[in-house]
């Protein structure tokens, strides 16, 4: 389990990480709902290909957020510095270390707000070299 920096990010964030990355290799980046959630993900996951990082907390809603406070924001923060690409003005596509990006979330109203909530995330911080609708 790698430990995301406690010191960068204002939070224990914990991203149980992959060994094949980079764009390309087939490698998938699971953000599931907590470390319970998390837990019960890693023993089953492929570790060659699939990485998981629990989410703690509810994300911000990026879409009413300064993009500062975005970026200050733990959960993003971690999602950001394990996509590897950083977030507008700094997006780097040579960074992205996934293929996929799974969001897995309890099937109950908090859970899917709390999906939601991480979804709008990527076209609005462009982490993922989304660039919004077209």
Avoid at 77 to 96: C, N, Q, R
């Amino acid at each position: 389990m790698t430990k995301i920096s406690r010191e960068r990010y204002g939070g224990p964030v914990k991203l149980d990480e992959c060994v094949t990355q980079g764009s390309g290799a087939g490698a998938e980046l699971f953000v599931v709902e907590g470390d319970s959630a998390a837990a019960s993900v890693s023993p089953v996951r492929d570790q060659r290909y699939q990485a998981v990082l629990p989410m703690q907390g509810k994300p911000l809603n990026t879409i009413k957020a300064s993009r500062a406070k975005v970026a200050g924001h733990t959960l993003f923060a971690a999602l950001t510095a394990a996509i590897g690409t950083g977030m507008d003005p700094h997006f780097d596509a040579a960074g992205l270390r996934y293929d996929r990006i799974l969001v897995l979330m309890d099937p109950d109203a908090d859970g899917i707000h709390c999906g939601v909530l991480l979804l709008m995330f990527f076209p609005a911080s462009r982490s993922c070299g989304h660039r919004g609708a077209r």
